[in-house]
């Protein structure tokens, strides 16, 4: 026998881990053919863990300090191999280091536009990204249920698989935040509580808990921000004292170039403009008299999906004349602004009246 081979199968009697990495998150003991001697000591540093794993399955854990390995602190694997009265040969169990300490900077991002349903501008597309931390907070869980039994797992591999999550679960807080579309720029730390807060409900079950979570930005088509902007505009406006300024100042301009056209011409357009202000005053007037009678009942326009594809939106009488096309029929899936999903037209109490005047099909000769 060699002096290698010696060393080989030379009893473990000290077992700890270094981590010299800032990446590395689960680290096996290198215990390659050689057994583990009883009474060994087990070194878990600050943020680390040592889970005892045998055949496959998660025994004990350590927690940081040193450790005596024996049947006293041990009581799992103690059970698992059989040791009733304890015992003093040596054992054969492997070891896995996982770094409890937390990964900051991790970057995600989302490689594909969110799809969410707004009550006022219909289906939209949103692309994001951030960062977020995280540090394994269940060893025995995070083993289980994401590394397994590599002998060693970095941020590098498991990264994808989070940040697949992520984007999942900061779609649902999105959709769930009640955060109006046209505010979400100036609500990313709002957007940012929102995901840290259901992705760690999600989280726990992984052994993993996101420390922070940072929606830096939050784009949009171009289209959609121009729709927006005007959408916004319109409720902050007065329309009627804008009207009265921009007549004001052609009155103004009016009286400016009597010098071009003469006094009679200055005259007119001051006398034609005077006449608008005043059909304007009566019209403002009249709107305040008539500000008691009740706005007429919203149009109701329905999205239908015809030979595969999302169309409309249309409103009754184009949907009636669908129905009497054979277009639309009581199995037809149909959206409209306030629906959570797509429905058949048949369940839609607006559209039910649609179906009762269609002829049935006529009888075969």
Do not use: C
């Amino acid at each position: 026998m060699g002096l290698f081979d010696k060393l080989r199968n030379e009893f473990i009697d000290i077992i700890e881990w270094v981590d010299n990495t800032n990446d590395t998150i689960v680290w096996k003991f290198p215990r390659y053919q050689n057994e583990i001697k009883t009474g060994a000591k087990l070194t878990v540093r600050e943020s680390q863990v040592a889970v005892f794993m045998n055949e496959g399955q998660i025994a004990d854990v350590f927690l940081p300090g040193m450790h005596t390995l024996t049947t006293q602190n041990m009581p799992i694997l103690t059970t698992l191999k059989g040791w009733k009265y304890g015992f003093d040969s040596p054992f054969k169990v492997d070891i896995f280091y996982v770094s409890t300490k937390q990964f900051i900077d991790q970057k995600w991002g989302t490689k594909n536009p969110i799809t969410l349903s707004d009550a006022r501008f219909g289906f939209i597309e949103l692309r994001s990204f951030g960062n977020f931390s995280f540090r394994v907070t269940d060893a025995g869980k995070f083993i289980k249920e994401i590394a397994g039994t590599n002998e060693t797992y970095s941020t590098t591999e498991v990264a994808e698989q989070l940040r697949t999550m992520i984007v999942s679960k900061f779609s649902d807080a999105v959709g769930e935040g009640n955060i109006p579309i046209e505010k979400f720029a100036a609500n990313l730390d709002e957007l940012s509580k929102l995901g840290q807060e259901k992705l760690n409900t999600d989280f726990l079950e992984y052994g993993l808990t996101i420390t922070k979570f940072l929606v830096e930005n939050v784009s949009m088509p171009e289209e959609l921000k121009k729709e927006i902007f005007n959408y916004s505009r319109l409720n902050v406006i007065d329309m009627n004292k804008l009207a009265q300024f921009n007549t004001a100042n052609a009155i103004d301009d009016a009286a400016r170039n009597q010098g071009l056209g003469g006094a009679g011409v200055g005259m007119g357009v001051g006398m034609g403009m005077g006449n608008m202000m005043t059909n304007m005053f009566n019209n403002q007037n009249m709107n305040q008299q008539n500000s008691n009678v009740p706005p007429p009942p919203p149009t109701i326009q329905f999205h239908v999906v015809v030979n595969g594809a999302q169309a409309g939106p249309f409103n009754l009488q184009q949907l009636q004349a669908m129905a009497a096309s054979g277009q639309l029929t009581k199995a037809t899936l149909v959206w409209k602004a306030g629906m959570a999903n797509w429905a058949a037209a048949d369940t839609q109490a607006e559209l039910l009246a649609l179906f009762t005047h269609i002829p049935p099909p006529p009888p075969i000769v």
